[in-house]
């Protein structure tokens, strides 16, 4: 275990399902287990404690999801040049703690690691959706609302989704993860069908904001290792931050990157800039107040986010791309949560349609 836990609850019509039992087996060094009859409850931020968020996440629920596993990326938007993502929301919260995450928000009232105990029916709606689309290929995601790896050595989640997609051709999954916690990935053939990707972060913003996860060299070492296995592999510059230096830094990272992972093996590099709704901007600097990466330049943009000055974040795209283009071989990169005026800036040409970008990034 990488990961510090105060307590696990199950819930009581959890508590013969496959993840349980797997969770209890392995449980006996990490934690102490609870049955519970609502695992919302549990879920719940504990009181009494000076930070609620941070005291949340420390809780692992073993719980039954009440809605569908399958959505569309929460980021996609008709105001920008998305990507095409899907999200299988299989859990919740995350046992890190990054300075910049939107989940300080968006689960502030529930912030227990919720771990869906019924998650074979996410299955069912996967298979649902591709035989509404034959001739598609979906490329659908883990990481959005929960890191896709962390805690894997206790879930043991990634061999059930392994072997899913790899027997599905018109699917592609997606891990996407800031651990280097890849033991059950390096025990499986994924066949083509899986892809694991990493956000990527100079070291300053690492030591700054990213607490309690591998740093990026480690994130770095445990992609080629996965990529040796037959994984495909693909890296996040996500939320990318603008400060003196970043250049040169986020330059430096691309080169510690390219001298390990080949541009030609790298499937796409995607990019973003630091944004925050007003609630989550007064929530991060409310619990890491010394964190200087959260005071840059910024302005409350027309999506009722701030945004680093656009002038500032369009350089340090421009900046990359054109040190992805400079890499010996093209590399499939796009931005998230950016308008099409924003893509043709950056990259000179004009976004794909979501629909377009996802074929073309989930091809195997």
């Not at 430096?252 to 995607?270: C, R, W």
């Not at 943009?301 to 795209?317: H, K, Q, S, V």
């Not at 791309?321 to 040409?349: Q, W």
């Amino acid at each position: 275990m990488k990961f510090d836990l105060d307590a696990i609850y199950i819930e009581n019509a959890c508590r013969e399902t496959s993840l349980a039992r797997r969770v209890i087996a392995r449980a006996a060094s990490v934690a102490p287990v609870s049955f519970v009859a609502d695992g919302r409850i549990a879920a719940l931020p504990p009181t009494g404690v000076a930070d609620s968020f941070a005291a949340g996440k420390r809780r692992m629920v073993i719980m039954r999801r009440r809605s569908p596993f399958l959505m569309a990326c929460p980021a996609g938007s008709a105001k920008f040049a998305c990507c095409g993502y899907l999200v299988l929301t299989l859990a919740s919260n995350c046992p890190m703690d990054c300075s910049y995450c939107f989940l300080q928000e968006y689960v502030a009232d529930n912030p227990g690691f919720q771990v869906y105990a019924n998650y074979e029916d996410a299955f069912t709606e996967i298979d649902t959706l591709s035989a509404s689309a034959p001739g598609r290929h979906f490329r659908i995601g883990t990481g959005e609302l929960a890191d896709s790896l962390a805690m894997d050595s206790l879930t043991g989640l990634s061999i059930e989704l392994v072997n899913f997609f790899a027997a599905r051709e018109n699917l592609t999954l997606e891990f996407k993860t800031k651990t280097d916690e890849i033991e059950n990935l390096l025990t499986i053939d994924p066949r083509g069908g899986v892809l694991v990707s990493w956000t990527l972060s100079p070291r300053r913003v690492f030591e700054a904001c990213e607490h309690r996860t591998a740093s990026p060299s480690e994130r770095i070492t445990a992609a080629r290792r996965v990529l040796d296995a037959g994984y495909r592999v693909a890296f996040h510059l996500d939320p990318m931050i603008a400060y003196p230096g970043a250049e040169r830094d986020y330059i430096e990272l691309m080169d510690e990157l390219f001298s390990t992972i080949p541009p030609a093996k790298t499937s796409f590099i995607s990019m973003g800039g630091l944004r925050m709704t007003p609630a989550l901007r007064a929530a991060a600097r409310r619990r890491f107040p010394t964190d200087a990466m959260l005071l840059g330049e910024d302005l409350l943009a027309e999506d009722g986010r701030y945004r680093t000055f656009a002038p500032m974040r369009i350089r340090l795209y421009k900046v990359l791309a054109d040190k992805f283009k400079t890499a010996g071989t093209e590399i499939p990169s796009y931005l998230c949560m950016e308008n099409s005026s924003v893509h043709e800036r950056v990259f000179g040409t004009t976004a794909a349609h979501p629909a377009a970008a996802g074929e073309r990034l989930a091809t195997r």
